[in-house]
């Protein structure tokens, strides 16, 4: 477990250095295709503003907030469609997709990447990451499981991943803070 932590704080420390090194202005967002080295599944920008336009319906990336990570997915109506079955009553932190998103746009699921146990950067938002079985994301430190409203289903974590504070400032970008 302890060295699964290292892992994860490693992908985290990577995560930083890549944000600290800046891109300039506006960064530009591609979607995840390949988890071989760390940089390449980093879609990260020194502002906060994500262009969110080749983000595939099913797909999602990553980019930093506050050198945090932040999770930007596509959703696909069928995990929509999972995400609006599941009855309130059932949820640990019961709260609905469309209360984690915006009017109109409840494709667009944005939360940080930062397991609500202790920390950890979950698994999903990279092409063919573990999603766990409510298809949302995976924690591998201990073992949380979110749904595809990234709502906390099974393991440890207390509570739903969170949603920053975040608008569109037109139909492909994305600022948040
Ligand atoms: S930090 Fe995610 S399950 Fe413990």
Partial sequence: MAEEDGVRR?????????SAAGVAGVGVVIPLVSQMSASADVLAA???????SAIKPGQAIKAVFRKQPVFVRNLTPKEIAEANAVPLS??????????RTKEGKE???ITMGVCTHLGCVPLG???GEN??????YFCPCHGSVYDTAA????????????????????DTVVKIG
Avoid: H, M
Avoid at 10 to 18: K, L, T
Avoid at 90 to 96: E, I, K, V
Avoid at 131 to 136: D, K, N, S, V
């Fill in 90 to 99: 059932s949820l640990r932190d019961p709260q609905t997709l469309q209360e």
């Fill in 10 to 18: 490693r992908d985290f420390i990577n995560i930083a250095a890549v």
């Fill in 131 to 136: 999603r766990g079985e409510f298809g949302g």
């Fill in 151 to 170: 709502r906390i289903r099974k393991g440890p974590a207390p509570k739903n991943l969170e949603v920053p504070e975040y608008e569109f400032t037109s």
């Fill in 107 to 109: 494709n667009w699921l």
């Fill in 46 to 52: 020194s502002s906060s503003e994500v262009d969110i």
């Fill in 125 to 127: 938002a990279g092409e």
